[in-house]
């Protein structure tokens, strides 16, 4: 079992930034490979970037060249920093951890993640 734990969201003006947290439970944190996902109102939960179990990192095209994830092995813990940030980009945003067959790449579907945290308000004010 994981336990996945994200901090960072709050409010914040068109063009802003933050810095979301994901703090991960388990020894072999290292080892998952993790999802950035977010669910706007009325809308149905979406991929925004992931790394790989290989450490390659995935971005959705609307958050290429804004978001980067990062992640800090030592400390279980991965990152969403956001910048440039607009009203569109307002949802709940959450980690996740997938742990099916991939290697090298990494699925868009939420279904296929196995862990998920409760997630952290992001708005964006225009």
């Known amino acids: 079992q994981v336990q996945l734990v994200e901090s960072g969201g709050g409010l914040v003006q068109a063009g802003g930034s933050l810095r979301l947290s994901c703090a991960a439970s388990g020894r072999t944190f290292s080892s998952y490979a993790m999802g950035w996902f977010r669910q706007g109102p009325g809308k149905e939960r979406e991929f925004v970037t992931g790394t790989s179990r290989s450490a390659s990192t995935f971005y959705a095209d609307s958050v290429k060249g804004r978001f980067t994830i990062s992640r800090d092995n030592a400390k279980n813990t991965v990152y969403l920093q956001m910048t440039s940030l607009k009203p569109e980009d307002t949802a709940v945003y959450y980690c996740?951890?997938?742990?099916?067959?991939?290697?090298?790449?990494?699925?868009?579907?939420?279904?296929?993640?196995?862990?998920w945290g409760q997630g952290t308000q992001v708005t964006v004010s225009s």
């Open positions: 996740a951890v997938y742990r099916g067959s991939y290697y090298d790449s990494l699925p868009r579907n939420p279904n296929d993640y196995h862990y």
